[in-house]
């Protein structure tokens, strides 16, 4: 439900940013690194926010895949330090039968 609502808001502001963008007919010049262009003021505004928009999910989504995994190792981790804990080895079992014998 938190992740539709920042969705709706997102969806929101899009769509407030090109409704002023399309009372605004004016044209500018945007100059970027590798060159520069003539564009309306409403599609320099939607092609901006959308790139933001992908650029934002992406790098979450980047981060969330990492955590997710970390996390997947760390519950295999702790599943087999479990199973060790669980089911002592042999070797452990034989050193303390021989140390009880030499106490007799």
Excluded: H
Excluded at 67 to 83: N, S, Y
Excluded at 86 to 92: A, I, L, R, T, V
């Amino acid at each position: 439900m938190k992740y539709f609502l920042i969705l709706l808001l997102a969806l929101a502001v899009f769509v407030i940013s090109v409704t002023l963008g399309a009372n605004n007919n004016q044209i500018v010049t945007f100059n970027y690194l590798i060159a520069k262009g003539d564009y309306s003021v409403s599609t320099l505004l939607a092609a901006l926010f959308a790139v933001g928009f992908i650029l934002g999910w992406g790098i979450c989504g980047a981060f969330y895949l990492r955590t997710c995994v970390a996390l997947r190792q760390a519950k295999r981790k702790i599943k087999r330090l479990e199973t060790q804990v669980g089911k002592p080895s042999e070797s452990s079992t034989k050193a303390v039968s021989t140390v009880a014998l030499t106490k007799e």
